[in-house]
């Protein structure tokens, strides 16, 4: 009689603990399933960043080519100046237009894990 009686009471310490260890489990999973879903996203962000950066690296060079092709031209008084002049100034927009692109993509914070800390934090304020 002792068997049936143990079984009706339900499951022991041991069950309780295995669930609960199960669970953690699983959360620990979600959470990190939801971390590299944003590090994908990051990872994207940072190559658009890095695309950004290198065109903005390329245009730089270009302005001080120019500026550098205007300075000479106009040193031998030829009419090709102006449009060297023209084209220095395109790239000093382009440059500056990139730069601040740049500048925006790191205020918005699109490096950042938001989802993932969030629930980092709740889950850390529930366990508490």
């Not at 979600?30 to 590090?39: D, I």
């Not at 550098?68 to 000093?92: H, N, R, S």
């Not at 927009?93 to 990139?98: D, E, P, S």
Request: glycine share 8%; charged share 15%; proline share 2%.
């Amino acid at each position: 009689m002792d068997n049936t009686s143990a079984t009706v009471h339900g499951p022991g310490l041991m069950a309780g603990v295995t669930g609960l260890a199960k669970n953690i489990f699983g959360l620990v999973v979600s959470r990190v399933e939801l971390a590299a879903l944003e590090l994908s996203e990051v990872r994207n962000h940072v190559m658009a960043l890095l695309a950004v950066f290198a065109l903005a690296i390329i245009c730089s060079w270009f302005a001080i080519a120019y500026g550098t092709a205007v300075i000479v031209a106009l040193a031998w008084e030829t009419m090709g100046w102006k449009i060297l002049l023209v084209m220095f100034l395109v790239f000093i927009v382009a440059t500056a237009a990139l730069g601040f692109k740049a500048r925006a993509m790191l205020k918005e914070g699109k490096l950042a894990f938001p989802e993932t800390m969030n629930e980092l934090k709740h889950d850390r304020d529930m366990l508490l």
